[in-house]
């Protein structure tokens, strides 16, 4: 079972600041199946990347991914007030067939 | 408009079975470049998924908790159902469905809101 490690576990940043998200995984993970997932209190996740680096629907450009083979990377170039949330990734392939990160909390320094 | 609705009992005892329902719309079931999961997520804590239907009714299970999970379709109603056997206080979570799209490289595109579920007697 692939297992995937978010660091940090809590990133304190200022709005306008760049954020850099890790995540890796305890085997090579398909870079097609690798997604970043935004949550904000009381709500569902919301899909950001799919395929490490393609950003979904109406997802601003500020959030890219990147990354391949077991490390991979989320980074918003600039923080808005609404970014403030907790970020997850996810991968899809080996059994058991989909697996997500424990998350990193980005908060307001 | 696609959306998922998870439905379901508030609070269950302690070994009992849990049963969920999401109802789909705005999309088919038996759209082979779709499939429905659930997830879940405790308190607090970070989203655990359990268990994946596909359009050909082929299923996948979370191996910690196959043993007690059966996923399940009915086309013409647009539901998937989750059962969940001898549930145990550490089963209290908010259970989401979500829909895995080929388009999206199998990534959750669409999520219901979501049921939170109680465990206690």
């Known amino acids: 079972e692939i297992v995937l490690t978010q660091s940090p576990g809590t990133l304190s940043l200022s709005p306008g600041e760049r954020a850099t998200l890790s995540c890796r995984a305890s085997q090579s993970v398909s870079s097609s199946y690798l997604a970043w997932y935004q949550q904000k209190p009381g709500q569902a996740p919301r899909l950001l990347i799919y395929g490490a680096s393609s950003r979904a629907t109406g997802i601003p450009d500020r959030f890219s991914g990147s990354g391949s083979g077991t490390d991979f990377t989320l980074t918003i170039s600039r923080l808005e007030p609404e970014d403030f949330a907790v970020y997850y990734c996810q991968q899809y392939g080996s059994s058991p067939a989909w697996t997500f990160g424990q998350g990193t909390k980005v908060e307001i320094k | 408009q696609v959306t998922l609705k998870e439905s379901g009992p508030v609070l269950v005892k302690p070994t009992e079975t849990l049963t969920l329902t999401c109802t789909v719309s705005g999309f088919s079931l038996s759209n082979a470049r779709m499939g429905v999961s659930w997830i879940r997520q405790p308190p607090g804590k970070a989203l655990e998924w359990l268990a994946h239907i596909f359009s050909n009714d082929e299923k996948s299970y979370s191996t910690s908790l196959k043993s007690r999970l059966t996923i399940s379709k009915d086309t013409s109603k647009s539901q998937v159902v989750l059962t969940m056997t001898n549930m145990d206080p550490v089963d209290t979570a908010t259970y989401y469905c979500?829909?895995?799209?080929?388009?999206?490289?199998?990534?959750?595109?669409?999520w219901g809101q979501g049921t939170m579920v109680t465990v206690s007697s």
């Open positions: 979500a829909r895995a799209y080929s388009r999206t490289s199998r990534a959750f595109d669409i």
